[in-house]
């Protein structure tokens, strides 16, 4: 509601859906909503033409993104910038995939570890640090967010099965026995909205999984808490047979 | 808004405030906004008197909580339950604190690691787990989240310098050297809303610092990016020498 009374109340908005996208609403339906014309911005004009920078010199300026607006570096450069040349700046949230995921899926927040982001695949760029980093949460007990990768302006949304394909590649060439037959992933799409998709299962059951358009994430749990697998279970429709493996698995530690 | 129109769309609403508070409203806002009561519940209407499934089975039922609605374990248990007992649910995502006290102060949310909360006092329990698991993330290079525990029916809510000697006293115990005299930490108070306040500095600042009535919450940084580091001297008025280090330290992989 906040959002809303300072959008109403600002001289001119900027919108921009590079870094995430609206999946429950169109961008007509944003400016039905507030009553006022949206410009959309490119990457190109946040970064380098500095076009709010510019308009907030003389005026009350709105940015507004899908999800939290500042989880993306890009927004607190911008930011930064405008702190420097002397103008103010006030954050409204939003809701953020970093947690919407987990209380979507039934996981505890605190037991994430770093996240991690999965690429669109690129000539000469075959990064193993998402693998490394999985693995290491891991080995601690601890879940991993996996983001994946978006290319809007060449409307490229990495999806599950994609992304699972690169886990497998990637176990091929790394070796280090973290994505296995049997081990366990979760595949979310469009989360939060009311067409929100779950599925949590084994690596051959991802690959094929139809969650419909984009945005997806995934994650790789690490050790269950009991109540944690029965949400799985619940929720993303797992194999009830890791509610087994969550009575005999020890809690990870807190 | 998609929770309003719910709310108004609900035969009855229960709201509870003892795993977070509001910071921005009070209860009667709430009621007025939603032109509806809303009866508040203990912890032991919702854990053991199960007064929220009862009223579900026959009526359109909603529970209402400060931040994200799934962030603590007994709103799952709650969610779990109801499933279990065929009642259908449906979630709406909140602002939450884990990725509102990133974005506030300017650190990116894809390099914490695993949250702790610290808490308050108690004859007889002094669990070291929070220390140790921030010490693993910072030998990492990641950030850490670390709530303060509320005890809302005792109206005891641990503040920022409280926080700051128990990890003091827990450096003194443990002495793994996490806690020095040149340790910046950040603290932050009622995330979010117009009275948030934000300080960072070192632990005999943070002792003394005055942030105003709760919640309040505190991030160990582990490795800064130069940005970061940008963002918490603009946000959260950390020593300006902090950027000399942003510039020397390596950034964290990914």
Redesign the interface.
Known sequence: ??A?TTLRNCDEIFAEYYTSKLTDASHRDVEA?IGKKVTVLKRGDVEEKDVIIKAARDRRVAFITAG????A?TH??L??RA??EGISTD?I????I???C???L?L??????????IPLPEPGFLPS??Y??IL?NRS?G?HTLI?LDIKAEENRYMTAPMAMQWLLDAEERIGSGLVKGDSLFCAAARV?S?KQALFAGYPDEILTVDLGPPLHCMVMPGRL?F??A??LV??ANAPREILEEGVSGSEA??
Chains 1, 2 share one sequence.
């Open positions: 509601m906040r809303l909503f939290d607006p500042m989880s570096t607190l450069d930011r930064l702190v420097e954050l949230n939003g809701v953020s970093f947690t919407a987990s209380a979507a039934g505890q927040p605190y037991k994430f570890g770093r996240t991690v982001t640090s998402p490394e980093n290491e601690r601890l983001l939060g009311p808490h109540m944690e029965r949400g619940a929720f530690k807190q």
